[in-house]
T-cell receptor
């Protein structure tokens, strides 16, 4: 079974631009989550989608948004990029989307904002 | 919000020896999961082991075991017979009872010495 696929692997953007990251979950997984990882803040939860509905949202500004499609694929968008948005963005899927369902992560998208 | 504490920023272990990575958590949810993840230098997050809050027995997965002490709110990871490939960052995480939001510790960097 194919794992979680994230595209692209690397992105370089300029401050003020916007970016869209894509995530394809493991087949059959209905929950997709996004996390931001930085050396200073560690792993921080962005949002979680289940059956196209956002169930949880982390403490990030409105510039960060996401969506999930009917095939469970998800996209994350960051508008008006800031230097501090440089990070590894990790997408994860889980089968049941509840507290005892492990997250399975993709390889991440490394975003650099200059 | 839940809080995860990993007090060991870095650990060294001799190849073939066992090592314990510490994790304590703070949650008011009656139902939660405890997870350990490995992140090699390549960046992907690899799920290692899971323990549910209602599980009476400690979880084991191959060379990994989770020492769960509910009253002390600790969930230490034990790696037996360390291998060079075990060198990586290790993250402890907990999930809350509703939804699929995970909270991660700051990680422990493990180095296996030949």
């Amino acid at each position: 079974k194919a794992g979680v696929t994230q595209t692209p692997r690397y992105l370089i953007k300029t401050r003020g631009q916007q970016v869209t990251l894509s995530c394809s979950p493991i087949s059959g997984h209905r929950s997709v989550s996004w996390y931001q990882q930085t050396p200073g803040q560690g792993l921080q939860f962005l949002f979680e989608y289940f059956s196209e509905t956002q169930r949880n949202k982390g403490n990030f500004p409105g510039r960060f948004s996401g969506r999930q499609f009917s095939n469970s694929r998800s996209e994350m968008n960051v508008s008006t990029l800031e230097l501090g948005d440089s990070a590894l963005y990790l997408c994860a899927s889980s089968l049941q989307g509840n507290y005892n369902s492990p997250l399975h992560f993709g390889n991440g998208t490394r975003l650099t904002v200059t | 919000a839940q809080k995860i504490t990993q007090t060991q920023p870095g650990m060294f272990v001799q190849e073939k020896e066992a090592v314990t990575l510490d994790c304590t958590y703070d949650t008011s949810d009656p139902s939660y999961g405890l997870f350990w993840y490995k992140q090699p230098s390549s960046g992907e997050m690899i799920f290692l082991i899971y323990q549910g809050s209602y599980d009476q027995q400690n979880a084991t997965e191959g060379r990994y075991s989770l020492n769960f002490q509910k009253a002390r709110k600790s969930a230490n990871l034990v790696i037996s017979a360390s291998q060079l490939g075990d060198s990586a960052m290790y993250f402890c995480a907990t999930s809350r009872g509703t939804g699929n939001q995970f909270y991660f510790g700051t990680g422990t960097s493990l180095t296996v010495i030949p």
